[in-house]
C-alpha cells in the first residue's frame, strides 16, 4: 500500500524533551481514533485535537509508492552540509497506521535518527529510535514503554496518575486547548496551564510542556 501523507516541512521540535531540534516532520494521513465526522479535525475522544488529518494535499503532501521514494523526499527538506544529526518525526494522525520497518531502515540509510509521535495504542515496529506517547482518553495503551510520555491535561479518562508508573524516560503535561470552543483560545487554555503547573509543582516526576512553536508563530 503507498504511504498516504498529509504534510512534510522542515522546522523546530516545539514541545517535550527535544524542543528545539531541528526535524523534518512527516504527517500521515488519518488516526485510528478518528470518528468519521465530516469535519477533519473532530475525533471521538480528542476533542482539542487541532490538526488536519486528512488528504494529502498539505505542503509536500503526497502518496508515495515505495519506501525510498518517501524517504528522499524527507531528505530533500533536510539542509545539506550543515552539520548535526539528520532526524524525522513521523506523526499523524496515527502514524503507526502506515510507518514500517522498511521505511524506517531507508531513513537510516540516510543517515537519519527516527522518532515518532503517538497514541500508543498500536504495535511498533522496530528500529525507531525516539517515541513519544501522547495517551488519550478512554484509549489502551498497547505499547509497553517509551521515550518520553506526553499527556493532554486536563482529560477526565486520562488523569496522570494512570501513567506514573508507565516505563518512560520523561513525562510531560500539556496544557489542554478545545479548538471547537473560541474560549479555549483565551481563559480556558490559561486555565489549564495554571492546573498542570500546579499539578508538577505537587508532583515534580512530570514536567511542564509548552507549545514553543505555537508561542513562536511557526510550523
Known amino acids: 500500500m503507498p504511504y498516504k501523507v498529509k504534510e512534510m516541512f522542515y522546522s523546530l521540535q516545539g514541545e517535550g524533551a527535544r524542543a528545539g531540534r531541528a526535524a523534518v516532520f512527516c504527517r500521515f494521513s488519518k488516526c485510528n481514533l478518528w470518528n468519521g465526522r465530516e469535519s477533519s479535525r473532530a475525533t471521538a475522544i480528542c476533542d482539542f485535537c487541532d490538526t488536519d488529518i486528512l488528504g494529502t494535499d498539505g505542503q509536500n503532501g503526497g502518496s508515495f509508492s515505495e519506501s525510498k521514494s518517501l524517504a528522499q523526499a524527507i531528505l530533500a527538506l533536510w539542509p545539506q552540509q550543515t552539520g548535526g544529526k ?17 521505511l524506517i531502515d531507508a531513513m537510516h540509510e540516510l543517515g537519519f535518527e527516527v522518532a515518532i509521535e503517538t497514541n500508543g495504542t498500536l504495535a511498533a515496529p522496530e528500529g525507531i529510535d525516539w517515541i513519544c506517547v501522547s495517551p488519550k482518553a478512554g484509549a489502551e495503551v498497547v505499547l509497553e514503554s517509551c521515550n518520553e510520555l506526553k499527556l493532554v491535561y486536563p482529560q477526565e479518562l486520562a ?31 490559561e486555565l489549564n496551564t495554571q492546573r498542570a503547573l500546579d499539578y508538577c509543582l505537587a508532583h515534580p516526576q512530570w514536567r511542564l510542556s509548552l507549545q514553543m512553536h505555537k508561542l513562536l508563530n511557526i510550523d
Not at 86 to 102: H, K, M, N, S
Not at 159 to 187: H, I, M, T, V, W
Open 86 to 102: 539528520p532526524y524525522v518525526i513521523f506523526t499523524g494522525g496515527e502514524p503507526l497506521l502506515q510507518l514500517d520497518r522498511a
Open 159 to 189: 488523569q496522570p496518575e494512570r501513567f506514573s508508573s508507565f516505563p518512560a524516560q520523561y513525562y510531560f503535561l500539556s496544557p489542554k486547548a478545545n479548538p471547537l470552543c473560541e474560549k479555549s483560545r483565551d481563559g480556558v487554555k
